[in-house]
């Protein structure tokens, strides 16, 4: 089964840009060794993951009405901001739990990939 995981911003991680390049150097050994420890876990395999520039620089799209508007800004206005987000294929909930421990402190989110097919 594919799982998302939603790394928020803010936990108890400080935002990429107010770190010093010693500590984004330790939180990048963390990624790594999350990729480390899906990769020797049988049945589980990162499918996709990305880090995202700051909410600031995030574009909304919005439909009210058949009308579609598009403003600059994250889609919500809150102190927690989306971060990045891997998507795995795993056996269970429970694997993508104990592997999510290895990441840096973020808040997290998880929810099954939803099969259309």
């Given at each position: 089964m594919k799982y998302f995981v939603l790394l928020a911003a803010d936990?108890?991680?400080?935002?990429?840009?107010?770190?010093?390049?010693?500590?984004?150097?330790g939180l990048m050994e963390k990624f790594g060794a999350f990729d480390q420890a899906c990769a020797a876990?049988?049945?589980?395999?990162?499918?996709?993951?990305?880090?995202?520039?700051?909410?600031s620089t995030a574009?909304?799209?919005?439909?009210?009405?058949g009308e579609l508007t598009v403003t600059?800004?994250?889609?919500?206005?809150a102190a927690e901001q989306i971060g990045?987000?891997?998507?795995?294929?795993?056996?269970?909930?429970d694997t993508v739990i104990e592997?999510?421990?290895?990441?840096?402190?973020?808040?997290?989110?998880?929810?099954?990939?939803l099969d259309v097919s």
């Open positions: 936990g108890e991680v400080p935002s990429w840009g107010g770190l010093t390049a010693e500590e984004q150097a876990r049988p049945g589980v395999e990162i499918v996709s993951a990305e880090a995202l520039e700051e909410a574009t909304t799209l919005r439909t009210r009405g600059d800004g994250p889609f919500a206005e990045g987000y891997y998507v795995l294929e795993a056996p269970d909930l592997l999510c421990r290895v990441l840096p402190a973020y808040d997290m989110e998880i929810r099954p990939v």
